[in-house]
């Protein structure tokens, strides 16, 4: 079964710090270009941070240096490292390949950054 598991989130004050997880499984391999977007309320959802194949990273303008996107092969899991975060990073967090051809969706976590 292909899916894509994310969990992590919760509910921080604003300058806190969260680490999300996103285990892959079946045919989907965290070595292929994956990336962690997002969406809150209202809003289309946005890419944030992605990482190539080949382990370049990129990221959002709002999140840069705030933001580590890494991985584990082993494990075939995805994560994403928040720090310094802000009431504007409250949302849904997915993650996906970074290929315009998308895997299913999964859940996402929920991230709330408030005080």
């Known amino acids: 079964q292909v899916q894509l598991v994310e969990s992590g989130g919760g509910l921080v004050q604003p300058g806190g710090s969260l680490r999300l997880s996103c285990a892959a499984s079946g045919s989907i391999r965290v070595s292929n270009a994956m990336g962690w977007y997002r969406q809150a309320p209202g809003k289309q959802r946005e890419l944030v941070a992605g990482i190539t194949r080949g382990g370049n990273t990129n990221y959002a303008d709002s999140v840069k240096g705030r933001f580590t996107i890494s991985r584990d092969n082993a494990k075939n899991t995805v994560y994403l490292q928040m720090n310094s975060l802000k009431p504007e990073d409250t949302a849904v967090y997915y993650c996906?390949?970074?290929?315009?051809?998308?895997?299913?969706w999964g859940q996402g976590t929920q991230v709330t950054v408030s005080s």
């Open positions: 996906n390949a970074l290929a315009t051809a998308k895997w299913d």
